[in-house]
């Protein structure tokens, strides 16, 4: 299994460029989702999906979308880059929806963003 | 507001050593806590999960501990090896607005020295 693969590893925009960021799972997990990990600062949820069709906001949604047309893929699009979405970005996939029910939570790499 | 804070910010320990990571929280109503190690340039991999009930729970040389009357977890590494060397994030999980949420913190950075 590859588990959850993301692409690309890196990544330079320039302001206003679109572009959108791949993930894509391979467990057949149902809950996926979307964090942002900038320097001093814990993870922070973008957006996620409890399944194919079904997506909801998070903590800092604002300058992104998501869809999920089937189980295995969650991309996420940046609509107009701006240099504060300069992160590294995170999917996660976990078996069921409740976090707080314990299912551990698998990452992919990580997308190093860099917007000048 | 629902917080998680780790401490030290960073720690040098030299190999072989022992050490012990400090998370409190405010999060509330409580889940469960988790650790996480990041290595650099990597993702996020689970070390522990630990619920309401649990005290204790080892995976190898790492034990994690859990006080949820005072909000307090620590992560205790055993024999430190080179391939410790990695930031070790605590994660909160409450339930808010009936959804469940992860409350992550900023994490430990942990080096390693032979």
């Known amino acids: 299994n590859a588990g959850v693969t993301q692409t690309p590893k890196f990544q330079v925009l320039k302001t206003g460029q679109s572009m959108t960021l791949q993930c894509a799972q391979d467990m057949n997990h149902e809950y996926m989702s979307w964090y942002r990990q900038d320097p001093g600062m814990g993870l922070r949820l973008i957006h996620y999906s409890v399944g194919a069709g079904i997506t909801d906001q998070g903590e800092v949604p604002n300058g992104y979308n998501v869809s999920r047309s089937t189980t295995e893929d969650f991309p996420l699009r940046l609509l107009s880059a701006a240099p504060s979405q300069t992160s590294v970005y995170f999917c996660a996939s976990s078996r069921s929806w409740g976090q707080g029910s314990g299912t551990e939570a698998f990452f992919g790499q990580g997308t190093r963003l860099t917007v000048v | 507001k629902n917080q998680v804070e780790q401490s030290p910010q960073s720690l040098i320990i030299l190999e072989g050593k022992n050490c012990t990571l400090q998370?409190?929280?405010?999060?509330?109503?409580?889940?469960?806590l988790r650790w996480y190690k990041q290595d650099t340039g990597r993702g996020p991999v689970s070390l522990t999960i630990m619920t309401f009930s649990e005290n204790t729970k080892s995976n190898g040389r790492y034990t994690a501990t859990l006080d949820a009357d005072t909000k307090q977890s620590s992560l205790h590494i055993t024999a430190s090896q080179l391939s410790d060397s990695a930031s070790y994030i605590c994660?909160?999980?409450?339930?808010?607005?009936?959804?469940?949420?992860?409350?992550w913190g900023a994490g430990t950075k942990l080096i390693i020295k032979p």
């Open positions: 998370c409190n929280y405010t999060v509330s109503p409580f889940s469960n």
């Open positions: 994660v909160v999980s409450g339930s808010m607005d009936s959804n469940y949420q992860l409350i």
